[in-house]
């Protein structure tokens, strides 16, 4: 049973225009979300976190959202560029240092 | 500075072998943790070791699984009877105790069982 889902595998965007990635979770009691973003051939790279008490954190290009009652947060980047091209990951944590991560959403900023 | 290491980067192995896999944290870093990321899944947790603490141990597969962590420090990860459904990425990470949420994570080992 999946507790954090992200449900499109893969998103294709033009540079310059916004991003957003989309995140689902099932459990009110979760503390802590974040996204990692994720190279090829590399671990995952923390990139912005929201606490369950915010509905917004943004951090230069990327912004979090938090709809608490929808149990849905989504990740704004705004402008896309190449080097944003990746695998994202959300997560929530269940307890401290136990992370629940989605599958991962692809993607790829077209210049 | 120096991030999360680990070794090997590649693993391939028989059925049936013991495998150990190690990570070295980021100096300073009291949290330790195990990830596995399967073929198109997430990252499944495994294991988090915070100090001297008894580890969370809740998200091992099965008493194949095992983890130390010597001096707080390096940490190996250990396989027993290893089965194809082992094969995966198995990622290490490392945090500072007080923003458990913000890891930084090795390259991973891909450990490959035929």
């Known amino acids: 049973d999946q507790q954090v889902k992200q449900n499109s595998p893969s998103l294709s965007v033009q540079e310059g225009r916004i991003s957003i990635l989309n995140c689902d979770y099932t459990n009110s009691m979760f503390d802590y979300f974040l996204w990692y973003k994720k190279y090829p051939a590399e671990g995952p790279t923390f990139l912005i976190s929201i606490s369950s008490i915010k509905d917004k954190n943004e951090d230069g290009r990327f912004t979090v959202f938090l709809n608490k009652s929808a149990k849905h947060l989504s990740l704004h980047i705004v402008p896309s560029q190449p080097g944003d091209s990746a695998v994202y990951f959300c997560?929530?944590?269940?307890?401290?240092?136990?992370?629940?991560f989605g599958k991962g959403t692809k993607l790829s900023v077209k210049p | 500075g120096a991030g999360v290491s680990q070794s090997p980067s590649n693993k391939v192995t028989e059925k049936g072998k013991d495998v150990e896999l190690r990570c070295d944290p980021i100096s300073g870093h009291t949290a330790l943790y195990w990830y596995r990321q399967s073929l198109g899944q997430g990252l499944e947790f495994l294991i988090y070791f915070q100090g001297n603490s008894a580890p969370d141990k809740s998200g091992l597969p099965s008493d194949r699984f095992s983890a130390e962590r010597t001096g707080g420090s390096v940490s190996t990860l250990t396989i027993q009877r290893t089965q194809q459904e082992d094969s995966a990425v198995y990622l290490c990470?490392?945090?500072?105790?007080?923003?458990?949420?913000?890891?930084?994570f090795g390259p991973g080992t891909r450990l490959t069982v035929t």
């Open positions: 997560a929530a944590e269940r307890s401290q240092g136990n992370l629940i």
């Open positions: 990470a490392s945090s500072l105790a007080e923003t458990s949420y913000e890891q930084y």
